[in-house]
């Protein structure tokens, strides 16, 4: 990933300028193997996650299964069958995407914007500054939606799992409910369980359209930041064009995980 912005500063600032025919392709080769370990690398990673997130995801149910099996009756007498099944099949993926997107992409997108950092650092201080501009805005941002949005967040998967526990009990009571013709009352109550769900829905979705445009923004803001002093730089003789470049590259590589971080904290809600 990170052999990209070197090859690109290479091919800018020597090869191009002093005619180097006779490494373009061998610049061109350093390229193409470095992004053919990295597709390499992320079949293995996704290969390796596939089997972690199945073998978690059955530990998981049989787990919980076994909890429920040895509960009291008493337990079961104050909850409905539906809810029950509920919790079954939607605790165990939400805490799969906990744990998947949590720590296997949290962790891999903080690995990345520290290395790219690193190598950013290295490459040119005063650049990298700049672009960090933006990166306590980012966190901030990223604070406040999740302070913001976590008791919506609770809400909402409440209120689907009181949405399903009663689309369950009608179909499993439906002799019941039909016997004492009570078709009416029960769609009533559906419906307004399902219409609670549907406004927190909306309020989260709210939150999210502002959020996401606004984390964008800020982010852009770096980049543009880079451009117009990068540009000023370079005119003033203080940066090559082929530094430039590899800064602009380097750049979407330290904004590409914050995005996906965004994502994980919009998930993890």
């Not at 025919?21 to 996704?46: H, I, K, N, P």
Request: aromatic letters at 10%; charged letters at 20%; glycine letters at 8%.
């Amino acid at each position: 990933m990170f052999v990209f912005p070197g090859v690109m500063q290479w091919f800018i600032d020597d090869i191009i300028p002093n005619g180097k025919a006779d490494l373009v392709w061998q610049a061109a080769g350093l390229a193409l193997s470095a992004y053919a370990a990295r597709e390499f690398l992320f079949y293995l990673r996704t290969r390796v996650n596939s089997i972690f997130e199945q073998r978690m995801i059955y530990d998981l149910r049989a787990r919980l299964h076994r909890k429920i099996a040895r509960l009291g009756l008493a337990w079961f007498d104050q909850r409905s069958s539906g809810d029950v099944l509920t919790r079954m099949a939607e605790d165990v993926p939400a805490t799969q995407r906990v744990v998947l997107e949590g720590i296997e992409q949290g962790v891999t997108a903080i690995l990345q914007i520290a290395i790219t950092t690193v190598v950013m650092f290295l490459t040119n201080v005063p650049l990298t500054w700049l672009i960090l501009l933006p990166t306590p805005l980012l966190a901030a941002g990223g604070w406040i939606y999740s302070r913001l949005l976590a008791p919506r967040a609770k809400r909402s998967r409440e209120a689907s799992a009181e949405m399903n526990a009663m689309l369950f009990d009608t179909i499993a009571g439906i002799r019941q409910i039909k016997s004492y013709t009570y078709e009416d009352g029960q769609q009533d109550r559906f419906d307004a369980t399902s219409r609670g769900f549907r406004a927190v829905q909306q309020r989260m979705m709210a939150a999210a359209a502002v959020y996401g445009p606004l984390m964008s923004f800020l982010g852009s803001t770096g980049l543009v930041i880079l451009l117009a002093v990068g540009a000023a730089w370079c005119v003033e003789g203080r940066l090559t064009l082929g530094e430039l470049m590899k800064f602009i590259l380097l750049t979407g590589f330290l904004y590409e995980p914050i995005t996906r971080l965004h994502g994980v904290n919009q998930n993890l809600v």
